[in-house]
């Protein structure tokens, strides 16, 4: 019989501090249950990736190479399947890189290590994205719920977070952002470095949010909704939210819900996905029907990159 690996990882939202982890200030993250799949067996290195991805997955196959000390590269044969939306914030190319390394070292029959995995990721992710963070990839790796920290470039630490029966949060496509992720960490670096007391100033009160969060999770605080108004304001102040979607933000408040932006955002048109909060969901949903938007639940604190399908 073939031999062949199945691997999946899970996509995630940010529920507070992306671009200010960038930085070195925490962010906190969650693995969501959505997944992506690699599927990886004998034959000519073949995958059924969209021919611009052609390129991204020679250098992810060549990095893993690399980690394995294989001069020669070996041709596989790779499917992938993918629950989640590409480009929109919801970790699509981090899990992609997450479980086609795991999927190829554990091809090579490699010991099953996630710092490994989550290590070459990030390698693969920095190809894609220039200076990310590496709290996609972790999370992806990881799963459950990441307090997230990049203290230097070889220097990351992360703490999981146990948390009992986070409310339910709908996600709203407000569409793919043009600009991509890469684009939208260097307009911040562009910001940073005009006004780096008023970037600092704001990563600091993004912070406070991150820290808001982290009251939630062990119940010492119960604002969830004060606290996703709050970070989403200051992701406006970053300037990473397009006006469509501070619109369609300020209709969702006006309705008694929250709203924000996970992930990098966008400017021109769309933003990627929201993260919705709203105490009465039946509203939130008649609102999002008659406005004919993308809606849907999401399960947070799934499992990290697993062998099997999902
Ligand atoms: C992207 O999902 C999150 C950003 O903070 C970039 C990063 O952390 O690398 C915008």
Redesign the pocket.
Known sequence: MQKQVKVSAPG?I?LS??????YGYP?ILAAIDRRFSVEVGEGETLANLPPDNKELLEFALNEINRNLNKRKPTDYRIIIDSQIPIGC?M?SSAAFAVALSAAVLRYNDKPWNLEKINKIAYGIERKQ?G??????NTISTYGGFLLYRKETETFKVFSSLKTQNFPSLFLINSGKPVET?GE??DRVRKLYLKSPLKADKVFKEIEQVARGFLKFLSKEESKLGELIKTNEKLLEKLGVVSEKTVNLIRKIEKIGGSAKIS???GVKENSGIIIVYHPDWEKLIAFAKNKNLDIFGVKLGEEGVKIGKS
């Open positions: 995630k940010i501090g992306e671009h200010a982890v960038v962010a914030g970790g994205h200076n990310p963070s590496g709290g996609d992720t939208m960490v992930g990098a955002g």
